[in-house]
């Protein structure tokens, strides 16, 4: 007789790109920037040996990370397969069965899928991202006394900033009540004027970093955690049991990257810059969506003006015309689409001119 298969609750962002990301020729929902090619990366040293990597990261790449970390030290710093693989392990030990933890809404499913799986209930922090009161639902969120708060900055998907200054208060707020904060960082330095990590404002809070956003690397599958030396430990031990460590030749790479951080950050920036002006500009020439294209970040998120089904819409744009919008139920919010900046601008304005055909074409389905 066979075991029963136990499936975990469903990413379904995540399926969704699984179906089409491969079968279609313009996404214009990626949450990351157009990667270098392998000649543009830093070379690995020529010595090295693609043996079992370090348990906590290889030593240089951790101490860069620690430095670029103020007041942290190796023993605060673990590596990760990607901030994924980070929040999975913080949610994983950080939380427990009918715990409370608070996250963002609209909201990327790697920050709350985990705890609802451990049986901990999600509270929602609605993102003042439309004027809304910024601490209304923040201080109702924490009246429920959650053993976790997660936030990210710049928000995913709608580009929303937490100045330093809130950071600071969110973090005051959060030891007040016995919690932990945790902070998703991968986009900080997408900003015009980033604060400094939350571990190096505040000790007892939990940094989660990437080189997939800022630094446009997401094919090193690679990020970290800085927290307390007790969460790395905590974190070390389970992650035995998953990815046990990093390649050796990515880390390698990463070092290298981390090391000329701002190099790799401007590139990023000059993606994304000309994508948000082609961008406001299309949006102003056409009837079905609106909204407004932050100035942080690597993604927008626009309305459906037309109050069309945004999954069928989605669906449609992807199997017809060969285009990737990400509807905004998978975050959380219908009738809304995710766009990502981060790609090449000429592919992009491309995109652009290919969407408004297909926008056009599924006006015979809402009839």
């Known amino acids: 007789m066979y075991a029963m298969i136990h499936p975990p609750i469903p990413f379904p962002l995540e399926r969704w790109y699984a179906r089409y990301e491969t079968r279609t020729t313009h996404n214009l929902s990626g949450a990351t920037v157009l990667p270098p090619r392998l000649d543009e990366l830093p070379t690995p040293p020529p010595d090295l040996r693609l043996t079992y990597g370090y348990s906590h990261g290889h030593p240089a790449l951790v101490d860069a990370i620690a430095a670029y970390h103020p007041g942290a030290t190796p023993a605060n710093v673990l590596v990760t397969h990607g901030s994924a693989e980070a929040l999975y392990l913080l949610q994983r030990v950080l939380l427990t069965a009918g715990d409370r933890f608070v996250t963002p ?89 980033p604060p400094p990590p939350i571990f190096s404002m505040d000790p007892k809070a939990v940094s989660v970093g990437s080189f997939s956003k800022s630094f446009g690397l997401p094919g090193l599958r690679l990020g ?26 990515t880390e390698a790479i ?14 990023s920036w000059a993606m994304t810059a000309p994508n948000r002006a082609l961008l406001e500009d299309w949006l102003a020439d056409q009837p079905y969506l609106r909204g407004v294209v932050p100035e942080a970040g690597l993604t927008a998120f626009i309305r459906v003006w037309m109050q069309w089904p945004t999954l069928d819409l989605c669906d449609y744009l992807a199997e017809t015309f060969g285009l990737l919008v990400a509807p905004g139920d998978y975050f959380g919010q219908p009738g809304f689409v995710r766009f990502g900046l981060g790609n090449d601008p000429n592919h992009f304005a491309d995109g652009l001119t290919r969407l408004r055909s297909g926008l056009d074409a599924y006006i015979p389905r809402t009839r």
């Open 224 to 249: 970290w955690i800085v927290a307390d030396p007790a969460i790395i430990e905590a974190c070390s031990a389970l992650r035995d049991r998953t990815t046990i460590c990093s390649s050796p030749l």
């Open 105 to 193: 809404n609209p909201c990327y499913g790697a920050l709350f899928l985990t705890g609802e799986e451990v049986g901990a209930q999600r509270i929602p922090w609605e993102v003042p991202w439309r004027d809304a009161d910024p601490w209304e639902s923040w201080d109702a969120a924490l009246t429920h006394t959650p053993a976790l708060v997660v936030v990210n900055s710049p928000h995913n998907p709608t580009g929303h900033t937490v100045s330093a200054a809130d950071l600071e208060r969110m973090a005051a707020d959060v030891r007040r009540i016995g919690s932990r904060l945790i902070v998703d960082e991968v986009q900080r330095e997408l900003q015009p004027d």
């Open 254 to 267: 990463a070092t290298a990257v981390l090391l000329e951080a701002p190099k790799w950050i401007a590139r």
